[in-house]
């Protein structure tokens, strides 16, 4: 099955600078990579998504890159705000599963 | 995006008795529901796949006759903890696919058993 390791598990960035998030996977089958932000309490929200025919995707300050020959993709988040500070995931998908990485906590402090 | 709602958004039970979870697909229909669990600070966990008019296709480990699951419609999925420990506390998570492959999240159900 397919695995997919996240890195950081935490992450504290200044308000204004970037975040980035990092995301391997195993199955070179997976063509579909979503990223989820969850904030406490609350269900994992889509924020942005890539496939697999894609090398880059943006929507204003949330970007991802996918590295189809290396298996990673990353979460690039520019000017960040404090309410950018949450827990994100990164997933594969094969066979219309998702299989989740670990998360990284994000705090945005002013 | 699509909409998935949940009910209860939290429950507390007895040990011993049986809760059960709703999950609807507002403004679409979803011939299949993913149910996931999230134990505090870890990931999500993919417990079972709902399939509207077949049984539930569970993962390894999982015990259907612990998590029962019923996919009553294009829009209606329920998942019953039957008989809960206290192990099996834990966040409870709904999806529906919409569209070519994206997947929508409820709000979740907080369960505690006491």
């Known amino acids: 099955g397919e695995n997919v390791e996240q890195h950081p598990s935490t992450l504290s960035v200044q308000e204004g600078d970037s975040a980035v998030i990092k995301c391997t996977y195993s199955?070179?089958?997976?063509?579909?990579f979503p990223w989820y932000k969850q904030e406490l309490g609350k269900g994992p929200q889509l924020i942005i998504d890539i496939r697999s025919n894609v090398g880059e995707k943006k929507d204003q300050r949330i970007a991802v890159t996918l590295n189809k020959t290396a298996k990673h993709f990353s979460l690039h988040i520019t000017e960040t705000q404090p309410e950018d500070s949450a827990v994100y995931f990164c997933a594969a998908s094969w066979g219309g599963k998702l299989q989740f990485g670990a998360g990284t906590q994000v705090v945005v402090t002013p | 995006g699509a909409v998935v709602s949940q009910h209860p958004s939290r429950v507390i039970c007895k040990s011993g008795t049986s809760v059960k979870i709703e999950c609807r697909s507002l403004?679409?229909?979803?011939?299949?529901m993913f149910w996931y669990r999230q134990f505090p600070k870890q990931s999500l966990m993919l417990m079972a796949t709902?399939?509207?008019?077949?049984?539930?296709?569970?993962e390894q480990g999982v015990e259907k006759d612990k998590f029962l699951i019923n996919h009553a419609s294009l829009t209606l999925s329920t998942l019953t903890v039957t008989s809960a420990h206290p192990e099996d506390s834990s966040f409870y998570i709904c999806?529906?696919?919409?569209?070519?492959?994206?997947?929508?999240f409820g709000p979740g159900t907080r369960l505690t058993v006491l």
């Open positions: 403004d679409f229909q979803a011939t299949t």
């Open positions: 709902s399939n509207e008019g077949s049984k539930a296709t569970y």
């Open positions: 199955d070179s089958a997976s063509n579909y």
């Open positions: 999806s529906a696919p919409a569209g070519v492959n994206e997947q929508f």
